[in-house]
């Protein structure tokens, strides 16, 4: 016992100094735990066995604050996942974030990868961007024999699948809840809404003032969200994010609007097969829109004191190994980087198939329009949208109210 | 040399308050002293802080954008406050009573029973009864069926009409014991000679409880109301377990916990405001301020006169 006591210290002395080439990785991502820890990690340990790397999520809804708090008391960890623009570009401007633009490497990704972390002017990138969600809608699709019904490609034969199922009765025609209100937005208006307001045209629109959420692509927007309220499951009003979820795997419902990041999650606990399509577009309009979200990266603390192997870190995730593995092992989350990627999952594969055929968009409230503190778009399109779902709301009212707090402050909208 | 000898300094008491002066004033004083100080400035270029009097209360009071939400936030907290004062106190009162008479047994048992909720984790209640009441998995409509109720059942914690309400009643359920035990230890204080005086003079249980027992524990209503009062206007968790930090639907849950936390820590893309933050900080200390004010010069200093 004694023995032991002593080789432990021996070993707490000795070792530290090897062990001095330790990281903690903050991140937001605590579903991805298991993987992290057993794939990706050992694969980077394969080539760089000196550095030994700890993976210390916070959960989602916790990991802005939590993070903030911990970078003004110094304790952070050294690699910190990059929440997309304006969060981070804070955390850059206040010092907390290192620059990378001679980080070897960078130039496997676009510019459109690296705008999510940019600053406004260019000049300088903070983190090295791992990967995009895509939104669209998962289908269960035993349902979808059984009741005889296929794919839809425009919006109109969306409603008529859902009428369909409705009338029907044995299943959900839309699992989506509105109590995390969060949902509504990202899962709902963000999911459609680009084939109203065409995608980059719109969003772009709104930052530079040309278009307002009150113009008739985001209110057409509203009204497409506002048709899906007789489809929603019942009491969708106090139907949580989880609470949907599992309404799906256990197969009670046809369709899940969803993020790609869902695939994941649902994959090991589904026992139906499930397909995938993207949000169709109005009858009569040839070019379809989807939401290719710019999502997560990772950047290095300034305060950290192991620099050089936080650098190493971030090297190594710019390399097509990182690409490969982090795509395949995270169904539902892809790559940014130019790397060629064969993805291995099916419905994934879906999700990304759907790059080559629309144009792709971000969601509209990330860059710039949600910098205000006290009037925060993000958080008015989350409310608006609950409450066109919840029927508290007319889609006419919804967009003028989120048009006329964002014109509070933000001057191209005055 | 004077025969009176003079006290020396009482050393022993300053040793013995030492500690928790230390730490009160350095975990409790300073910190309130400096979250109002802080509710006093305003960012400054570069970082500083600039001293601006009473300007972000104006703002907090006044302004389009803040002002709303604030008296939305108050007056939700004050009906949060009046479902405990008119639901949870009444009923810790009566259990109280069934509890502290001779005819009822076992109330050791259900003593322990009722106060199990207020040690439970917030968390965890909010999770118990969000799948209580789940539209999808909950046993409410079962349960409403069961008495031919059930076209009743409604997704509660989703309409704006309900939410709050329902969230006022979780809280009542989960913290009913502690009025509960503190009715119940002011009722047993009661000298037995008064009771049964008042027996041989005829008077009927609920003239006993009502004209002698109920009197004698008015200072113990007093404190509940108090302590009801604080508690109430510090409270955030519940809220921000079931609701989240948007306390949804549409605000109509938010109260001055949760309007606190993310104006203060910001919330997902909505960066945190410390300042603004503090000042809303400000306004809550305020309010708990002077109801407890209110409790001490209108209901304290009363009950003493009352016992002479």
Redesign the interface.
């Known amino acids: 016992m004694k023995s032991r006591m002593v080789f432990l210290l021996l070993v707490i002395l000795v070792g530290s100094p090897v062990l001095a080439q330790q990281l903690t990785i903050e991140s937001w991502r605590n579903d991805d735990l298991g993987i992290w820890r057993d794939i990706i990690i050992p694969a980077f340990n394969e080539q760089y066995p000196d550095i030994e790397v700890v993976f210390a999520p916070t959960a989602p ?1 916790e990991y ?2 939590v993070l ?1 708090s911990k970078l003004q008391a110094g304790t952070a960890g050294d690699l910190i996942t990059c ?1 997309p ?3 981070s570009l ?1 955390l850059f401007l ?1 010092g907390h974030l290192a620059s990378l633009n001679d980080l070897p490497g960078m130039d496997n990704f676009s510019d459109v990868a690296k705008s999510a972390w940019i600053t406004d002017d260019g000049s300088d990138v903070f983190c090295v961007p791992m990967a995009s969600v895509i939104h669209g809608f998962l289908y269960n699709q035993d349902v979808f024999s059984e009741l005889g019904i296929e794919e839809p490609a425009t919006w109109e034969e969306f409603l008529a699948l859902l009428e369909a199922v409705k009338a029907d009765g044995t299943y959900a025609p839309l699992v989506m ?6 949902e509504a937005a990202t899962m709902g208006f963000q999911n459609i809404g680009p084939n109203y307001w065409e995608g980059e045209e719109g969003r772009l629109g709104l930052i530079d003032g040309s278009v307002g959420y009150d113009d008739a692509g985001f209110v057409a927007a509203f009204e497409a969200l506002a048709e899906w309220q007789p489809y929603l ?8 994010y989880p ?1 949907a979820q ?2 799906f795997t256990l197969g009670l419902g046809a369709i899940y609007p969803a993020g790609s990041w869902d695939i994941g999650t649902f994959n090991p606990q589904v026992d139906f097969e499930m397909g995938a399509f993207r949000p169709p577009p109005p009858a009569g309009q040839d070019t379809c829109y989807i939401s290719d979200h710019t999502d997560i990266a990772l950047g290095v603390n300034t305060a950290s004191s192991n620099q050089e192997a936080a650098r190493t870190f971030l090297e190594w995730m710019t390399t097509a190994e990182f690409a490969e593995l982090y795509t395949n092992q995270l169904p539902g989350f892809f790559t940014l980087s130019n790397h060629p990627i064969n993805v291995e999952d099916p419905v994934a594969q879906e999700f990304i198939s759907w790059r080559g055929e629309c144009e792709t968009t971000i969601r509209s ?2 860059q710039i329009l ?10 008015d399109l ?2 608006a949208s ?2 066109v779902l ?1 029927g ?1 709301l007319t889609p006419q009212e919804a967009a003028d109210f989120v048009q006329s707090r964002l014109a ?1 402050w933000y001057a191209p909208q005055q | 040399m004077n025969s009176k000898r003079r006290k020396p300094f009482p050393i022993h008491i300053v040793v013995f308050l030492a500690p928790a002066v230390l730490i009160y004033t350095l975990f409790m004083i300073y910190p309130l002293i400096d979250s109002l100080r802080l509710g006093l400035y305003q960012a400054g270029e570069g970082g500083t802080e600039v001293f601006a009097g009473f300007t972000n209360y104006r703002t907090l009071l006044t302004s389009n954008i803040w002002a709303p939400t604030l008296w939305n936030a108050v007056k939700n907290n004050f009906i949060f406050f009046a479902v405990h004062m008119l639901v949870q106190n009444p009923i810790g009162l009566f259990l109280a009573a069934l509890l502290s008479s001779r005819v009822v047994r076992g109330t050791a048992v259900y003593r322990t029973l009722i106060f199990t909720p207020t040690v439970l984790s917030v968390v965890l209640i909010g999770f118990i009864w969000r799948l209580i009441l789940s539209p999808l998995w909950g046993i409410s409509k079962d349960f409403l069926s069961f008495f031919g109720l059930g076209q009743f059942n409604q997704p509660w914690l989703g309409l704006e009409s309900s939410a709050l309400i329902v969230l006022s009643f979780i809280s009542v359920w989960q913290y009913v014991g502690i009025p509960m035990l503190l009715f119940l230890a002011a009722l047993i204080g009661i000298p037995d000679e008064l009771i049964e005086a008042a027996r041989v003079d005829g008077a009927t249980g609920w003239n006993v409880f009502w004209r002698i027992k109920f009197p004698l524990i008015l200072p113990t209503v007093g404190i509940v109301a108090v302590l009801t009062f604080v508690g109430n206007f510090n409270a955030f968790d519940l809220i921000y377990t079931t609701q989240g930090a948007l306390a949804g639907p549409n605000f109509s849950t938010d109260i001055m916990g949760t309007f606190f936390f993310r104006t203060f820590f910001g919330f997902q893309l909505q960066p945190g405001n410390p300042i603004m933050g503090a000042t809303i900080a400000g306004v809550m200390f305020l309010i708990i301020l002077t109801g407890v004010l209110l409790y001490l010069f209108g209901w304290q200093r009363r009950l003493q006169r009352l016992e002479f």
């Open positions: 809804a802005n604050a903030a929440r623009f304006d969060n804070n206040e809840g509105t109590n995390d209100q969060w499951t019942d009491g969708y009003q106090a139907v949580a609470d599992n309404l409230s990330y949600s910098r205000n503190a006290e009037v925060n778009n993000e958080n989350w409310n609950a409450q919840n508290t509070t």
